[in-house]
């Protein structure tokens, strides 16, 4: 795949693109299409079609013509989490999610690579289908207002880390401000994070990174051991009825 496709992929990493290969036997060409656009411009209109489709399904489309065979593959858009916290627990959650291929925003601190949002009154604008983690450790006094802003605004997951004191003050505060109470419920994640005995910035933001890959999935958060427990077929195994490469697949969560 050329450097330039590699490139806007990266570019555009927070819209819907379609991956097209257009395999003609002895030779493949690599394309785009960003937003109906093809990238690079002669892409056969096949392809454009195919990748609607694709986008449409969330699944590959295959094309076979007389000459060449079309192949869309839908990328869906990397998910954009806004991070409001500071110090180590903030280099931590910045470096997760970039492995995880996340874009990241950062309220109030200037960081090489990283959008900032040093406006709060911007939040609600910019909340849509965003992440917000709001992880001052100590406390700051502009929690309280990220996080009614990212809910005002529609934000599907407001992570709040806090005890379970001064998240039940937060919220009587949000209440107060005119948010319901169910919206509250449905979408503010306080304490956010699963258990795993979290110790230091990075096992933190690994909790916390994990809550959020977990509702995005649309994970239980159970151990794999229980929900995929392999011993109600170690009989079948024990007598060779199983193939071991059958399902190795299935790790891949």
């Known amino acids: 795949m050329g450097c330039e496709v590699l490139r806007l992929i990266g570019e555009n990493r927070d819209r819907p693109l ?3 290969t257009v395999d003609r036997g002895n030779s493949k060409a690599y394309g785009l299409v960003v937003g109906g656009s093809p990238v690079p411009s002669d892409l056969p209109r096949e392809a454009i079609e195919a990748a609607a489709a694709a986008l449409s399904t969330g699944r590959a489309v295959e094309v076979a013509l007389a000459d060449m065979r079309i192949r869309a593959e839908p990328i869906r858009p990397a998910p954009y989490m806004v991070v409001s916290s500071r110090g180590p627990l903030l280099r931590a ?3 997760l999610a970039g492995l995880l291929g996340y874009n990241v925003a950062v309220i109030g601190e200037q960081v090489d690579g990283v959008v900032a949002i040093m406006e709060l009154e911007r939040i609600s604008e910019l909340a849509g289908d965003k992440v917000f983690i709001v992880a001052n450790e100590g406390g700051a006094e502009t929690d309280v207002e990220v996080v009614y802003r990212a809910l005002r605004g529609g934000a599907p997951f407001v992570g709040l880390m806090a005890s379970r004191q001064r998240a039940a003050v937060i919220i009587a505060e ?10 509250i419920k449905e979408r503010l994640h306080t304490p956010v994070g699963l258990d795993i005995g979290s110790r230091t910035p990075e096992e933190v933001a690994l909790s916390i990174m994990a809550e959020v890959v977990m509702f995005l999935r649309g994970g239980t958060g159970a151990p794999l051991m229980r929900v995929k427990d392999p011993y109600p077929l170690l009989e079948s195994a024990l007598k060779g009825e199983l193939d071991a490469g059958c399902g190795r697949h299935e790790a891949v969560v």
């Open 174 to 183: 949000l209440v107060r401000r005119g948010l319901p109470l169910e919206l």
């Open 93 to 95: 959650l910045i470096g």
């Open 18 to 20: 379609a991956l097209i």
